[in-house]
């Protein structure tokens, strides 16, 4: 079982527009409303995917409400933990006529105490029962970076795999806890790190106790780095970029990590034939949900074809002395 | 008392953002939703300044829920229709730096023909107990503009003023049914009437049945014209525009007017100097409470300076033969 934990889950809102004019009025279909962050499409994913999933999150006043609702509707398996703030909500308005979606963040409500802890133990919990667990997103306000340190060196005491999808002090807090996956997109592990080079960058982490760190790359695909010195570092991507709505490209690669740690164990004790084999596979499968992610209107979801497209993905390997200058592999 | 009828509401749901950046994601603070739909900023209006008012309007789903639970909380008093579909809801992005608005307007849910009746037999029920009733804002799918026009018929034959503020079908058919004032902008007029000169574009509304036409002219203030060859039109402006947020700058232009028309009747009689000096008066607090309206966050109020700007609002008369050349009055 996979368990996937939204600390700042939001009410998605997307419109479409066919023109998205500043300063002017525009008449619209009436919009999507649905529940989002980044490990409910994660969990939408995984589960599409076949895999069984619990989607852990906090939900709080009518925004809260909401988003349980359309949980349940959904048919996905979730547990909520109950919060006196009011969940945000994410505003997307795709332009059907440049094909860039602008987006509103809302910043999360703060925590209690209390609250931090109850969803912390409830992780914790629920992630002792699982082969995989995921903390995916933001953390909001009230909730320390070192609280899911521990979590994280919990579990992985307790032999789970984690992967985590954040940014800031909560990505190199659970580097620290020796997060068995980061992934961090190049501009958050830069403003981490101070590193404008991935692979410089992904060293840091992988130096601060992370023992695999996937950088996406957006349409330039993705980094594979582990900890080991021997193994070299993996490059994935498509031959040519796809277009479309970026949002939840991130999520359907760490869809595509947990799922391969669910099937294949931790990936990490390089050197090995079988687990260099489970590597490639991540990768590239990572690369082509990511992909056909982009092809999809809302974040959660994949497009049906994504099995042709990780036949297309080309894959790469590191020069370990050179880690600039990807090479073809055979 | 004054009615307002909102058969289109909305939810108003209003975010700002420091710089709205078309394709980019953007972190902003919790958003402010509320009843909206231009009678019911007419109404906040006209309650604020001291007037006994209900509005109407209709409510449907989730949405309409809000805006039911958003008019109780500000002690609105109102009345709702109930509808199967969902009320629609209007997203306002305010970027901070430019000043400007970008709005989108969803559709709204189409009314069946018991929900269009019993919106306008509750329109007529409160109506014929008011001295004014303002119909406002866009007519939604399955209202028909002939059932706007045999109320306004049926409160102009029992006495009571009625004010229309709508666009295409509604405004014309309002007119034929000699609706007491119409406020049409600008380009609602050019629109309905073909005639791009304001003026020449109210004659038409004037000679289809219209008692009194005032048109909004945004930032050059407004004009005012009535059926009678005798007076002359009335033109209002401030001296310097006001730049701030439009959105609800003509619902305030309809508040003063409907307020006129509660305290001075149907302000028709032309020649008689009384009427004449409460048309001037209207003229001069419509361009205020408009301009008002522009200083503020959110539609439905004005700001508190609205007695000082009506006294620096300059009023000149049209000439009958040159009603493009207006003319400074004493």
Redo the contacts between chains.
Sequence with gaps: MIVTVTPNPAEDLT?H?DR????????????ASRAGGKGINVARVLAAEGHEVITLATAGG?TGA?LADDLSRSGLHHALVPIAG?T??S?A?V?ET?G????????GAALSPAEAAALVAEAAHLGRRASVVVISGSLPPGLDPDAIAALVAELIAAGVAVVVDTSGPGLLAAARARATVLKPNRDELAAVTGESDPVAGARVLLDEGARLVVVSLGAEGLLVLDASGEARGIRARLPEPLHGNATGAGDAAVAAIAAALAEHGELRDAGDADTTAARLAMARRATAWSASAVLMPLAGALSPDHAALEAQVVVTTLEPSEPQQPRESA
């Design positions: 419109w527009v998205l004019l500043p300063g002017e009025t525009h008449r619209v279909a009436a919009g009518a909401r009011e945000r909500r505003i308005i332009d440049s860039e979606t602008s987006i509103l963040n809302e910043h």
